[in-house]
């Protein structure tokens, strides 16, 4: 079953407000990687980190690696509304050639 | 396009009748990964290929649940005697096994199944 516990389920926020959200975990994993997803679509890997204490940036997107290696969030800035869907964590016990485990998933709704 | 294909991506048959879903990785990609995600929920591993043997099937929920990989490419889920359950959306990703190297999983859009 899951082993993540991501928050908020959901956030209803105005258009060019910030958004964070996080990701915590009982167990350590060695990667930690951000999607999004849209209706009818695959998730798509926003954000990838590989080393504990890791700040990286995409775009409007900050993510970090906790340096317990337990824990990770999600910062977005000035949001816009395509950045409407819902956001997972996700992690991974090696850096590749391993399943992963995702978080129940934040829905985030961006009001024009 | 260069991602991941799957087919069908939508697929309603009724209960106890046996489906195969087909996921096609990107080219060049030896790891292959079969996912389950339940209406509203976060996604649920249920096999892992290295080329065209299964390190890890650990998440397969019963025995009707069986997959496949040929020729290191193409991958097949079958679901026999499916039942309601099973309805859900069977998502697949692969990426570069490369020891010591960073290598993310990139997912299809996956295959809707609908139990009637």
């Known amino acids: 079953g899951q082993q993540l516990n991501q928050s908020p389920q959901s956030m209803f926020i105005q258009e060019g407000e910030d958004v964070s959200m996080n990701c915590t975990s009982s167990s350590i994993f060695n990667t930690w990687l951000w999607y999004k997803q849209e209706p009818g679509e695959g998730p798509v890997l926003l954000i990838a980190?590989?080393?504990?204490?890791e700040l990286t940036s995409n775009g409007r997107l900050t993510a970090q690696f906790g340096i317990t290696r337990k824990d990770s969030f999600l910062n977005i800035s000035a949001s816009i509304p395509s950045d409407v869907g819902i956001y997972f964590c996700?992690?991974?016990?090696?850096?590749?050639?391993?399943?992963?485990?995702f978080g129940e998933g934040t829905q985030l709704t961006v009001n024009p | 396009g260069a991602g991941v294909s799957q087919s069908p991506s939508n697929k309603v048959t009724e209960k106890g009748k046996d489906v195969e879903l087909r996921c096609d990785p990107i080219?060049?990609?030896?790891?292959l990964y079969w996912y389950r995600q339940s209406l509203g929920q976060g996604l649920e591993f249920l096999i892992y290929?290295?080329?065209?043997?299964?390190?890890?099937k650990s998440g397969l929920p019963s025995d009707r649940f069986s997959a496949e990989r040929t020729g290191g490419s193409v991958s097949t889920l079958t679901i026999q005697r499916t039942q309601q359950e099973d309805s859900a959306v069977y998502l697949c990703?692969?990426?570069?096994?490369?020891?010591?190297?960073?290598?993310?999983?990139?997912f299809g859009d996956g295959t809707r199944l609908s139990i009637l």
């Open positions: 996700a992690g991974q016990k090696e850096t590749s050639g391993s399943r992963l485990t």
């Open positions: 290929f290295q080329g065209n043997s299964a390190p890890d």
């Open positions: 990703a692969s990426s570069v096994r490369a020891p010591n190297s960073n290598q993310p999983q990139h």
């Open positions: 080219s060049g990609h030896t790891a």
């Open positions: 980190l590989y080393k504990a204490g």
